[in-house]
């Protein structure tokens, strides 16, 4: 019975007064209930302080609320659906240090970037490349119908993207080449990690985050980019100085392994939000498997950064805790959770429904959502709260999202995924002549074969380096081992 897995029935709303963090009333709904076959609920209601509705009713309304007529119309609309019409032949992957990049597409090094990729699958197609050139290495297996199915596609995805020990390694030398530069500056400086590398919430093409912590009056940038540009270590033309950025930074890209490197001074909040986001995820077991689909889906479109013109991955990371702390539903903090559930409310919540105009985000004291006007009171520097406001947990006067000028073009892909995998998990897919072919988180995901080619790279390379390096330390512990017993010859 379809109805075992998604129940979708109709929104019953009963408006009763509830306190929130502002003090204000506001009214709550009731809603039925949906469920699944794995016994996850879903359908639920939450509101803002202003009593707008802030509700994930996915499983109520995943026939009524999004009809064909809709669906279609949203598509021939969205930018992310229509770009393949626009796009100009692009040549297969190149290899590494020569890649060529669509003609049409803004100048980038985004390996991950999927724009014109829908052109480049079927000139794949058509030259027999379809295994390699689906854009869903990840998926190796038949999958369970529904929600259940792109709960199981998640988990296969997380543990296909999730960083190798080869790709540890490579990064491990990334910073030992730059660190070697900056010891030969400052003999005591201190270089610590921060960011994706430090959580291990990084995806294979993600930056790495260095602070440099010593006695300056100034950050000495330009004084380390000229070290940088003797030893070698950097592409020449990839370092760039940004002195006049809220947080002072050298980003450069790694000669050997094509690693973006971002290096701040004397800046300890990055080192705590790492620790922070430490913390989170093991509160919430399911944070960092949301996270790397939710990463990989900004990346692939050029909005993983502010100023590409989309959001921060510690803002990101905020939005899922958040998310995951107000849910009034479903124990985010258990591991036995549908994951396609909670990708789909995600996306529905962000998409649709959060009042962005209105409504604040708090983590902090287990989180709330806060009316913007309340949260003026306690911006530092006289800001007011932006459009995708966040309060730092760390910082509380601070909004991480105050420079995250095309939130709403973040806003407008998340309702986009929302639309297409609210579809694709619908019993009406089931009926598809293609699903047992067809990947549904393929539907919004894809990893070009550029990064294929990258992680191939790396395993060679490195492979044999960590494999050199288990051997070694396996005979000296040999060694250690005989003299500690007398068995020397």
Known sequence: NESNCVAAESEVYREMPQKTESGTDSPSSNCSLGRTCGGNVTGNINKNPRGDNLFF??????????NQYHHQRHHRD??????????????PPSPLNNHTHHPGRRKSDNKASTYGINYLLSNWTNDNHVSSGTGTPWKTRKYSPGVDGLHEEVVDFYNFMSPRPEEAAMRKEVVNR????????????????????STGLYLPTSDIDLVVFGKWERPPLQQLEQALRKHNVAEPFSIKVLDKATVPIIKLTDQETDVKVDISFNVETGVKAALFIKDYTKRYPVLPYLIFVLKQFLLQRDLNEVFTGGISSYSLILMV?????????????????NLGILLIEFFELYGRH???????????????????????????????????????????????????????QVKQVFDYAYIVLGH????????YPNKDIDSTLGRIIKVTQEVIDYREWIMTKWGGRHLARMESRGKIMCVCVCVRNNLCV
């Open 321 to 337: 805790i958040s998310f995951l702390q107000l849910h009034p539903r479903i124990d985010a903090s258990s591991p036995n959770i």
């Open 424 to 431: 694709a998990v619908s019993p009406l897919a089931r009926s």
């Open 78 to 91: 969205h930018p992310q659906y229509n770009f393949q019409h626009n796009c100009v032949k692009r040549h």
């Open 178 to 197: 730059i660190e070697t530069v900056i010891k030969e500056l400052w003999p005591t400086a201190n270089v610590q990690i921060f960011g994706s590398f």
């Open 354 to 408: 959060f009042n962005y105009l209105k409504t604040g985000i708090r983590v902090k004291n287990g989180g709330a959502y806060m009316a913007k006007e309340d949260m003026t009171k306690v911006m530092t520097n006289g800001y007011r709260p932006s459009m995708l406001c966040i309060e730092d947990p760390l910082m509380p006067g601070n909004d991480v999202g105050r420079s995250s000028y095309g939130a709403m």
């Open 57 to 66: 009713s996915f499983s109520e309304s995943m026939h009524n609320n999004v």
